[in-house]
């Protein structure tokens, strides 16, 4: 095992979080920002043969992916099971070894060491819980026995170990508070301006999408954005693909965020049965720094979240974020949290996700409106300013 080294004098945070860490954009700006204000910060995550082991990455923030073990690999749940299982076994090793100040579990199934940290060393512990797992429908994947023990371990340990808790929106906030009596902060899932250049790229990845785009704005298209993986579940795709029909042939949709090409081409097949493959077209997941730069080709962005669970209800999606630091206007479903900030700012159009004929009206008689709040919400919504919340956290716990 490759030991960490430890600045002198600096507190010592450990985080964790089950996944490989290829593009859990959260963690990394919460790790990278404690690592840039002086704090010592290790993140463990699971291991994969084609990802590195050991990295330092951001502000020097240092990232182990640990090599897990499963004898039996089928069936998979059941091998996950034994992965998770040697991933708290590792994890607590290493955590002797470091002995942090501060544990940052990242939702539920890191809890176990951060209550292992603070019974063996006094660390304190900090929830950054990004769902709402006392829905049990949210938990859907698993049964009913395992839904009620994960809600019920949550719950217990958030009352009886944590020290400060994060969450994503201000209505999940007040729905833990209701259950725990602990009162969460809120820190928001926005992306970090400092990821993006305002040199204009060049680089394949850009050229590729930017010509494409040129080529249909030359065509007289009129550009709709999705950015997000996962488009088929809760994400308004049957609510997207009846827009389009009530608007003109020249309204095109782009997705951006498809996770591979499996996932494209299910997209493309329901598409095709829905009599619309000739009006969308899905791409792989873009880097932010190369979105952000194609700006200027569209004309809305989606943010269509269903209320299918409560953590989808009164979520804030990043993508929601991201439109608004690219200066697009938002179409976006009725959701509370959503709305209310979509509605502050002025900086786009309310979807009923039941009534596709009204948006498109709506869409098309908005016309050029420039949303004159859009560059206020580019100013007030950062994570220059949510990063201060976080840091302002850390500095009350020591």
């Excluded at 016309?367 to 919504?381: H, S, Y």
Aim: glycine share 4%; with cysteine.
């Amino acid at each position: 095992m490759k030991k960490h080294s430890i600045m002198q004098n600096k507190k010592k945070v450990l985080m964790a979080v089950c996944n490989f860490f290829t593009n859990d954009n959260r963690v990394f700006r919460a790790a990278d920002a404690l690592a840039a204000n002086g704090y010592d910060v290790l993140l463990l995550t699971y291991h994969r043969d084609d990802l590195k082991e050991h990295e330092t990455l951001g502000h020097g923030f240092h990232l182990h992916r640990i090599p897990l073990k499963a004898k039996i690999n089928k069936p998979a749940r059941f091998a996950n099971l034994l992965k998770y299982i040697d991933f708290k076994r590792k994890a607590k090793k290493i955590a002797a070894d470091y002995q942090p100040d501060i544990v940052h579990c990242n939702d539920y199934s890191t809890l176990f060491l951060g209550i292992y940290c603070k019974q063996k060393y006094g660390s304190k512990l900090v929830y950054d819980d990004h769902e709402y797992f006392q829905d049990l429908n949210y938990l859907h994947r698993y049964p009913m026995a395992v839904r009620k023990y994960i809600a019920r371990y949550e719950r217990n340990t958030i009352k009886q170990w944590i020290d400060k808790m994060i969450v994503v929106s201000p209505g999940i906030a007040e729905a833990y508070e209701k259950l725990t009596t602990k009162k969460p902060e809120v820190v928001m899932n926005i992306t970090d301006r400092a990821v993006i250049s305002e040199e204009t790229p060049r680089n394949d990845e850009f050229n590729t999408y930017n010509d494409y785009l040129t080529g249909l704005k030359k065509e007289g298209k009129e550009l709709l954005l999705y950015i997000g993986k996962n488009f088929v579940r809760g994400r308004g795709m049957d609510f997207t693909i009846k827009l389009l029909k009530h608007l003109p042939e020249n309204y095109f949709l782009i997705i951006f965020g498809c996770s591979n090409d499996r996932e494209i081409n299910q997209l493309r097949t329901i598409f095709k049965e829905r009599g619309v493959d000739d009006r969308i077209k899905a791409f792989k997941f873009v880097e932010f720094s190369n979105l952000y730069h194609l700006k200027d080709h569209f004309s809305y962005g989606l943010s269509l979240i269903e209320p299918i669970y409560f953590s989808y209800n009164y979520s804030l999606p990043n993508k929601l974020f991201e439109y608004i630091m690219m200066g697009i206007p938002v179409i976006a479903s009725d959701i509370p949290e959503q709305k209310r900030v979509v509605e502050q700012y002025g900086i786009g159009l309310i979807a009923d996700l039941k009534t596709p004929e009204l948006t498109a009206r709506q869409l098309q008689e908005t016309g050029d409106n420039t949303f004159d709040g859009m560059e206020k919400a580019r100013k007030e919504l950062t994570w220059e300013n949510e990063k201060q919340k976080l840091l302002r956290i850390y500095t009350e716990l020591l």
